[in-house]
Every structure is written in structure tokens, then in C-alpha cells.
């Protein structure tokens, strides 16, 4: 528990505001909550306080400050912030972002998450631009990534979201199938939308391979210092926050040079601990605060069960992988030695990333149907709860309230008590 208050520290979010869902993985960028008493049981009609009909699929999570709720939105050609009323459902505002919305196979251009301070929200979209709101609906600024740096050269769209630390946004740009422009990192002034810093980040991943849907994250050295983890392109690489300066890098993610691999579950840090999955073998994990090459003087443990979509989450004793088929392995966090493997939860594909909170873990299919899981070292399936629509968002939590995405709603499941 000491860790998780430090981490909330650094993205400088009160303690005392952990019943917000600030971007997509929660306060502590791990699919991680503190809350309890969460609900465990529900339908498309049964324990849903409110749902709000959705224009369309997404990927991004909604994210919650408050009483607000902030939804990157596709409808038709149009790309939209979205603010609701979380106590009823009801838009506020929406806000323009783009044009140019586009179906690139299951993803469309709202897929990354947005990500707020409780003062301002930012919000990425797979065309490129990158805009600021206050809460009030006030544009602030606005940045056309494509314009300036050039076209995103990804094969299914870009889909990484901001990460929000101190004051400033890091956003990743890792590409390569449809371009031979170089990979990069951006770190961007929060209030001013200025580059603070560009720095590229090569790769000799080939074809299709380069191609990164990860959302940078944070590591703890020993040390205690802290650096910026950017995961994809056949390697996962630690950087410098204040100069973008790449620190260490450890590849291995791709030992047959295999052209498809691009990567879409992003990286996971508990500590100094960086998990990197890849696509499905090896997700290898590595202590954070190297120099150099790495690959083999830094790793700790390897495992050939990773998932392809779906990133993983631990408990701080155990680390638990669902794949995209829904078949979850646990390992002890450490030392990745199985505790239970191979056990399948309800068939079907899995895109979301699981959740765990209140002692459980919350996994929810394309088909909408979100399975609990009982967390700790015996397998035991708690509930499956289905909406009978098409999900590809991770759920969030708030104020014991569970907040699922579909494409024709977003759902508010359970009744609202502050912890």
C-alpha cells in the first residue's frame, strides 16, 4: 500500500482523490483501485444506475474527475470530447476535435484515453491532433502532431494514450509499416502545448513490427529516481524524464525477426519491476534503472504465455495475463513461477485490459460479457454479467461505481458511495 500512495504522489493526485479514474489505467497507471464494496453482479437492465447512448465503439476508457465524466467520442466523420454529468448520465458539453474519423479494421480515431489534473482534461486522437479543455469546455490549445512531425505510419491507426505526469504530457509515436520516418517521443508543456522535448527512438524491427498501440509508463529505480518506460518496435526502452535521453533498452521481445509483431498490450511497473509483453512470447520483465543494453544483465523473469491485446495487472504478489482467447494464467509477481495457468474464463475474444480492485478482477469480452475473478492464488469464476453489446474499453471505477463502455452505451453499474 506504501508504494501505491507514492505512485498517486508522483502523478500529483492527491490521496485523497483516489476514488477518480483519471486516465486509462487509473490514478496509479496500473488497472489498479483501492476501492471496495465494488458491484459484482449486473445486466444490460439489472444494477445499471444510468447508460448513455454511444454513437459508436472505442477503445478509450472513460475517465472520471468528480462529478465529470470525459469520453473520446466517434460519430460519422467527427471526432468529439465529450463531458457528462455523472450523477445522471447527461452530456454537459461536447467539443469538436477533428475531422477524419476512420474505421481501421476494429479501431476507429477515438481510441486513445483522455487524461485530466481536475482542472484541465487533454485528449489525443488517431488523426493526430492533440487538444486541451478546461472543464467549463474552453478550448486552451491545440496541436496537429501529423502537421508537425509527419504522418502517423501505423498499419491499423494510432491508439496510444497521453501520460499526464508533474506538468506535462509524454506521447508516444512508434511506426513504421506505412513509413520510413523515424519513431519518437514527445514530452509537451500541459498549459502551453509546447514540445518540451523530441527525441527518436530507433528500432531495428521490421515491417509491420515497429508499430506500437502501447501508453508510455512510469518506474521506480531502487534509486528512487524515475523514468519515463516506452514498450514496442522489439524492444521496451527506460528514458530520462527531463531530457528524453534513452537510458537503457533490452530487446528479445522477437526472436525470429517475425515482420507482424507489432505490440499492443502496453507495459506494466510495479516499483522497479517493468513487465513487457509483446505479442504473446516472451513477455519478458526487467528492473528499471540500467544503462546500456540490458536485455540479459537486467531481466528477471520470462514467460511464453503473454497476451496479445489485454495488458496484464498485479497485486503486488501476483501477476495475472488474460489473453485475447480469455485465458488467464497467475504468477508470483517475483519470480513469475505459476500458480495456476491455461484457465479459461467465458469463450470469446478479449480486447480490455482487466481490472482489479475489492479483491477481484474485472475482464470484460468484444461480446460485452465482464467476468469476475477472484483474486489470489485459487481460480474461481465470481460472476459473468453480460450487456449484449460490443466492447473493446476497459471499465473504470469510481466512488464504488463501475463504468463500462459499449458501442451503443455507457453504462453507470452500481450506486454511488464515497469511500
Known amino acids: 500500500m506504501k508504494r501505491r500512495f507514492l505512485l498517486l504522489g508522483w502523478l500529483g493526485i492527491a490521496c485523497c482523490c483516489a476514488d477518480n479514474w483519471p486516465q486509462w489505467r487509473g490514478a496509479g497507471l496500473d488497472g489498479v483501485s483501492k476501492e471496495r464494496n465494488l458491484p459484482v453482479k449486473w445486466s444490460a437492465t439489472e444494477n445499471i444506475t444510468w447508460k448513455l447512448p454511444m454513437p459508436a465503439w472505442t477503445g478509450a476508457t472513460p475517465i472520471i474527475w468528480g462529478e465529470r465524466i470525459f469520453l473520446n467520442v466517434a460519430e460519422g466523420d467527427n471526432l468529439l470530447l465529450w463531458c457528462v454529468d455523472r450523477n445522471d448520465g447527461k452530456p454537459l458539453w461536447k467539443k469538436h476535435i477533428s475531422g477524419g474519423n476512420i474505421k481501421m479494421r476494429k479501431q476507429n480515431m477515438s481510441s486513445p484515453s483522455p487524461v485530466t489534473d481536475g482542472k484541465w482534461v487533454w485528449v489525443m486522437t488517431g488523426t493526430g491532433y492533440l487538444k486541451a479543455f478546461d472543464f467549463q469546455g474552453n478550448e486552451q490549445w491545440v ?12 498499419n491499423w491507426g494510432y491508439g496510444s494514450s497521453p501520460l499526464l505526469y508533474e506538468d506535462a504530457l509524454f506521447v508516444q509515436v512508434l511506426h513504421g509499416m506505412n513509413t520510413d520516418d523515424p519513431s519518437y517521443v514527445l514530452k509537451i508543456d500541459k498549459k502551453t502545448g509546447k514540445t518540451l522535448w523530441r527525441v527518436e527512438r530507433p528500432t531495428k524491427a521490421i515491417q509491420e513490427s515497429p508499430d506500437s498501440y502501447t501508453t508510455p509508463v512510469l518506474a521506480t529505480t531502487a534509486a528512487k529516481t524515475r523514468e519515463l518506460i516506452i514498450s514496442g518496435g522489439d524492444a521496451v526502452t527506460g528514458h530520462d524524464l527531463a531530457t528524453g535521453k534513452e537510458l537503457w533498452r533490452a530487446e528479445g521481445f522477437n526472436l525470429q525477426n517475425n515482420g507482424a509483431y507489432r505490440v499492443i498490450a502496453s507495459p506494466l511497473t510495479y516499483g522497479d519491476l517493468v513487465f513487457t509483453p509483446t505479442r504473446i512470447r516472451p513477455l519478458q520483465v526487467y528492473r528499471a534503472g540500467g544503462k546500456g543494453d540490458v536485455t540479459e544483465s537486467r531481466r528477471v523473469w520470462k514467460f511464453d504465455n503473454g497476451p496479445d491485446v489485454p495488458t496484464p495487472v498485479t497485486d503486488g504478489n501476483l501477476f495475472y495475463s488474460i489473453n ?46 465482464t467476468t469476475v475473478l477472484k483474486a489470489g492464488p485459487d481460480f474461481e469464476v465470481l460472476a459473468e454479467n453480460n450487456i449484449d453489446e460490443y466492447v473493446l474499453s476497459s471499465v473504470a471505477v469510481s466512488d464504488g461505481q463501475i463504468f463500462l463502455r459499449g458501442d451503443k452505451h455507457l453504462y453507470c453499474i452500481g450506486k454511488r458511495v464515497k469511500q
Open 143 to 154: 496541436r496537429d502532431i501529423q502537421k508537425d512531425y509527419g504522418k502517423f505510419g501505423l
Open 324 to 369: 485475447d482467447r480469455g485465458i488467464v494464467w497467475a504468477l508470483k509477481m517475483q519470480t513469475g513461477e505459476e500458480v495456476y495457468g491455461g484457465k479459461r474464463i467465458k469463450p470469446g475474444t478479449y480486447s480490455a485490459s482487466p481490472v482489479l480492485a475489492d479483491g477481484k478482477i474485472y475482464i470484460t469480452s468484444e461480446d460485452g460479457v
